[in-house]
């Protein structure tokens, strides 16, 4: 069954494609996020290699039964005949109620349904990583997804956010700056 918008893509329609799948993935439903892939599908998904419908599904299951209240904002890169590139960020947080952001950029290519038949997605977490290799959790005002996380594009997360200059200073000289002690002239601690 055609899942449109179908190739080749346009900018237009490639957007809707991308708008889509986020909006497919934000409902953490994994047998609806599947349907959008051939039966055969192949993807990677950091380093973990998954094929197939049925796999895709599961993985999906456990992702989100361990990233809790998920969610992701993402946007076409690039485009051409039946590919498409996305970059993205996502949070999430576990059960302890620790949040965390992943950065990342997805390699699309559908079949002439629209189908993705291949996915290859490499996930950053910009943050630090602690002694069993797990990203630091971030702090409650440092979370870019809320609920209208739609108002804000990939361009105004990584560079015109409201935390841009206070992941700047982590990333220079490793402390957590509050953005509000910074916006009214403070250094950070």
């Not at 950065?103 to 977490?125: H, K, P, Q, V």
């Not at 841009?164 to 403070?186: F, K, W």
Request: charged residues 35%; contains cysteine.
């Amino acid at each position: 069954m055609p899942r449109p918008p179908l190739p080749p893509f346009t900018a237009e329609t490639a957007a809707q494609k991308a708008r889509l799948a986020e909006d497919a993935s934000n409902t953490r439903d994994p047998a609806r996020v599947a349907l959008a892939y051939t039966i055969d599908s192949v993807w990677r998904n950091r380093a973990e290699f998954i094929h197939g419908r049925e796999a895709i599904e599961a993985f999906l299951t456990r992702k989100w039964n361990r990233e809790l209240d998920y969610r992701l904002i993402k946007e076409v890169w690039t485009f051409c005949d039946n590919r498409i590139a996305v970059r993205f960020a996502y949070e999430w947080h576990d059960d302890s109620g620790n949040w965390f952001r992943s950065y990342g950029n997805e390699n699309w290519e559908f079949d002439e349904d629209g189908l993705m038949r291949r996915r290859i997605a490499s996930i950053n977490d910009p943050r630090g990583r602690n002694e069993v290799n797990q990203a630091d959790p971030i702090r409650e005002y440092q979370k870019l997804a809320n609920e209208d996380h739609r108002k804000r594009d990939i361009d105004g997360i990584a560079a015109k956010g409201k935390n841009a200059v206070n992941d700047e200073l982590v990333g220079m000289i490793g402390v957590d700056a509050d953005p509000e002690a910074l916006s009214e002239g403070n250094q950070a601690p």
